[in-house]
């Protein structure tokens, strides 16, 4: 007898839209890859306004940042999700204290990740993503508790990986060259600090970076370890 889902996802998503239509996709695709019939899974999308996330994150407004997240999981809860997500990583900024307030569970991102780290035996893991991410705790503590090491990019090509995501990426543009400048980075990161890994957090990271790996670096896809989460949730 083909195991069904029995719990139905809601997604914080718009953050960016790009990266929204891979959750979509991958989440559809590992359900029937579950499911293992014809069936496909029914889940709620709330496509947030990004200026609602990205404005008060740039502001350093993280209570408004919380408010709003909160506000708009509220209505996955009242259109029926049992358990939910945000399809972003920088809004984990805020995420215990929306997990704490919010009317269903919620799945985080950072600790998928972490989860899969730990299962594949990495020691030590370059961090890829906005500036709120690359420099907040928010990934650093609970990598340190599972003694984790993370590794930040030298400040010039923090600023190189933070411009090229606000101005390119998040806007669907994804450039030959830009590409070329994040392997480079990978690469002096190898040299330098011996790296297992680069987490790509930043879920419009995959789309550029899109082959798994980089002379022997794997990539830990923040999408998609977070949407392989949110599908055994569906059939937990």
Known sequence: MIEKALKTLGIIGGLGPESTVD???????????RAGD?????FFINSMDLNRVREPVMANDLPRLADNLVAEIEKLARAGADFGLV?????HLVFDEVASRSPIPLISIVEATVAAAKDRQYNRLAL???RFTM????YAKPFHREQIELVRPEFADQDYIHDKYM??????????ETKAGLLAIVARLKDRAGIDGVILAGTE???ILHEGEHNGVPFLNTT???CQAAVEMMFS
């Open 135 to 138: 420099n907040g705790d928010f």
């Open 128 to 130: 890829f993503g906005t």
């Open 38 to 42: 014809d069936s496909y899974p029914q």
């Open 205 to 207: 990271l995959p789309l």
């Open 224 to 226: 998609r370890i977070h």
């Open 87 to 91: 399809a972003a990583n920088t809004p």
């Open 167 to 176: 101005n390119e990426l998040i806007a669907g543009k994804f450039l030959t």
């Open 23 to 33: 959750y979509y996709q991958t989440i559809i695709a590992l359900y029937r890859e």
